[in-house]
């Protein structure tokens, strides 16, 4: 049973819980997800099972794709709907174009820092349990790369847009950053991964699918490795 297998996540479910639900289903071993989605997201998360948990660190590169929404004129402290208001502000001043323009300077490679929400870890507690408790503390910007964003409907205070990114990026900080530059503030209504390297959302597993439908979608690692661009010289010495 061992190789990749592409989920499409619902929402309210997280990353944990889609792992756990296919490896009771499947009766496997192990099985590990390729890059975290939010409870509040859907779409492609890609599952490592058995022996590809190995092969993670190979398959688990590439772009990702992404269309989303947001609201402008309120920021939240976790940067979407699900969180709590800090800050309202009028957006009634920004223009479209004024919205296109904004979003076209985060093309290219940046510096994002993460959302305090978030389960990158500080002396090895997940922040967004530091969060929970109150605490704010200072992160360290990382390096990402916005390839491409595209407005796909706009009728403002909502934005609809599609992204292409780097692995590493928040889109809920992306729109957080937006809100800011802008001057009226902003948080993420709606996130829907399309694909994580060659994983497209066409084809995947839902997860209500029985084991045998499961099993018949799981693709072998060697194909993964393939697909995902890694040689056939590391694929044999792993």
Same mark, same amino acid.
């Given at each position: 049973? /061992? ?13 944990? &819980?889609?792992?756990? +639900?296919?490896?009771? #289903?499947?009766? @496997?071993? #192990? ?13 492609? *998360? ?12 190979? *398959? ?21 709907? %699900?969180? #709590?208001?800090?800050? +309202? @502000? &009028?957006? @009634? ?28 870890? #500080? /002396? ?5 349990? *530091? ?7 200072? +992160?360290?910007?990382? &390096? ?48 829907? +991964? ?7 959302? %066409?084809?995947?597993? %839902? ?28 694929? %044999?010495?792993?």
């Amino acid at each position: 049973m /061992n190789g990749v297998l592409v989920i499409d996540k619902p929402a309210s479910l997280t990353s944990h &819980d889609v792992v756990s +639900r296919v490896k009771r #289903k499947l009766g @496997a071993k #192990k099985v590990g997800h390729l890059g975290t989605l939010d409870p509040m997201a859907t779409g492609v *998360l890609v599952l490592v099972i058995d022996g590809a948990t190995k092969c993670a660190r190979l *398959l688990d590169g590439g772009k990702k794709e992404y269309e989303a929404s947001l609201v402008l004129g309120a920021e939240t402290d976790t940067y979407d709907s %699900e969180g #709590k208001v800090t800050s +309202r @502000a &009028d957006a @009634a001043s920004v223009t479209e174009r004024g919205v296109i323009d904004a979003l076209s300077k985060f093309v290219g490679k940046i510096r994002q820092v993460p959302p305090m929400y978030s389960s990158v870890k #500080k /002396n090895g507690v997940p922040l967004y349990k *530091l969060a929970r408790k109150g605490i704010t503390i200072e +992160r360290a910007p990382k &390096d990402i790369e916005i390839y491409s964003i595209v407005v796909t409907s706009m009728a403002i205070p909502e934005v609809s847009f599609s992204v292409v990114c780097s692995r590493g990026t928040y889109v809920r900080t992306l729109c957080h950053d937006l809100g800011k530059a802008l001057g009226c503030g902003a948080h993420m209504t709606r996130l829907r +991964r399309t694909a994580s390297g060659p994983c497209g959302i %066409e084809g995947a597993a %839902e997860m209500d699918d029985d084991k045998d439908a499961l099993i018949k979608r799981i693709i072998p690692i060697e194909e993964a490795l393939r697909i995902s661009g890694t040689s056939t010289e590391v694929s %044999e010495a792993v």
